[in-house]
């Protein structure tokens, strides 16, 4: 991935630990010296001057420390990489680069410094569901899916796309959609990148491309795009927010056989997270037995 964009640098920070393969190194320890260079999208937080929007750099600090302090390592080469791994945990860090110096490496000759750089980026499951069931320039809404998956695989950051047949459903709303037309919905799966943020900001922006306007929240629309779920439950690498631009994962796909059953086409596997728990998306489809979902069928 090309790194561009935002960073948040945190240098020199040191500690003392007891990695190397010497018996001395292990016995005696020696002080290291760590910077981490990160990715980050800031553009909320500068509108913002919101915390929630970056990157506490206190916390990276003491994950840093923690590391170092922690179990001895043969190699500074794990030491990077165990700090990376920590770093790129943290949702809105799309890619990192950890440099461990060693100024006291026993390296036999006078010397400068000993440093290890590894670069690593996010790279997480993401779950969106597509949907919409208004004609567009005197399309239907499955030429406007198929439009959304093309620049979905167009946009950088995302890869792996898999996208599910086409199915049609009902609204769901009660009066709030009543006599809307039915909707054309698929679900696809992927790998990102991007930051939860970030990744919905091109959700939005592939939206409005293809004629999506917000006058009203239950209103009908060319397409809507939405993030189910952001990263792996049964790895914990999940993201979980209840933020109000952004709840992770979706409150409502448990309920909605639109994205279920799409779902299950495209991963039979599939996992959800429900609360504390992580279920069979398969388990949670029988329940849903009210809610019609049909496999789209081409007219033509």
Known sequence: MTRRGDLVRLTGVRARGFHGVFDHERRDGQ???????????LTRAGRTDDLAHTVHYGEVAADVVAVV???P????????SQIADRV??????????????????????????VEVVVRRDKDLPVVLALGGN????????????????????????LRRLRVSDAFVTAPVG?????????????VAVARTSLSPGRLLARLHDVEAALGRTRTARWGARTLDLDLVQY????????????????TLPHPRARERA???????????AARLRVGEEVVAVGDLVPALSDQAVRRWEDPR
């Open 174 to 186: 009660g009066d709030l959609v009543a006599g809307q037309p039915d909707y054309v919905n698929a």
């Open 88 to 113: 790129l945990a943290r949702p809105l860090v799309e890619s990192v680069t950890v440099t461990v110096h060693k100024p006291q490496a026993p390296v036999g000759v006078p010397f400068g410094d």
């Open 73 to 80: 390592r043969d190699l500074i080469e794990s030491v990077a």
């Open 69 to 71: 302090e922690g179990e």
């Open 134 to 157: 208004l004609e567009r320039d005197g399309a239907g809404p499955d030429v406007t899916l198929r439009e959304a998956v093309a620049r979905l695989r167009r946009t950088p950051g």
């Open 31 to 41: 002080d290291f010296v760590v910077d981490v260079e990160m990715h980050v999208d």
């Open 231 to 246: 990263g792996d439950p049964l790895e914990g690498t999940d993201v979980r927010s209840t933020a109000e631009e952004l």
């Open 258 to 268: 639109f994205v279920l059953v799409p779902w299950l086409d495209v991963d039979p």
